[in-house]
């Protein structure tokens, strides 16, 4: 039953994660649009720091929590398609990280990033996602 309860936690905030993963990208192409300094600017500020603080941080705690919990319940640790998910979601952290400091960089009024490259940008979770759920599902090795 603790497995259960873990995987349903797990998948839980697995889904609220991703959905930040491909919200904020997407908020940084509107909010670069909008003039530094601006009243609209500031709303892209205020909505990408409450999107990190209430939903994205404390998915991705929690996905690694009960994450590792799951791997630790199954025995997965000495399974190779474990460590190859195990990468995928490493870097979807680093992803995530980036991201945090791009919307420091935005709310300072940089704009490093074109509307275009954000938006590939964008299908890093989409592409991170395939792979985890073939190795998850299909564990091909």
Do not use: C, D
């Not at 799951?70 to 952290?93: D, I, N, R, Y």
């Not at 704009?111 to 564990?139: D, F, Q, W």
Request: no cysteine; glycine share 8%.
């Amino acid at each position: 039953m603790t497995y259960l309860w873990l995987k349903a936690g797990h998948i839980i905030f697995v889904i609220f994660w991703m959905a930040g993963l491909f919200m904020l990208p997407r908020f940084f192409v509107y909010h670069q649009e909008a003039e530094p300094g601006s009243p609209e600017n500031a709303v892209w500020i205020e909505r990408e720091a409450k999107l990190l603080k209430i939903i994205m941080w404390p998915a991705m705690v929690m996905v690694w929590v009960l994450g590792l919990s799951l791997a630790m319940v199954t025995g997965a640790f000495q399974q190779e398609w474990f460590h190859a998910k195990l990468g995928v979601v490493l870097g979807l952290s680093v992803y995530h990280l980036w991201l945090a400091s791009y919307a420091k960089a935005l709310a300072l009024g940089e704009r490093r990033v074109s509307g275009k490259r954000l938006r590939l940008l964008n299908e890093i979770p989409g592409l991170a996602a395939i792979v985890i759920v073939i190795l998850v599902v299909v564990k091909p090795f």
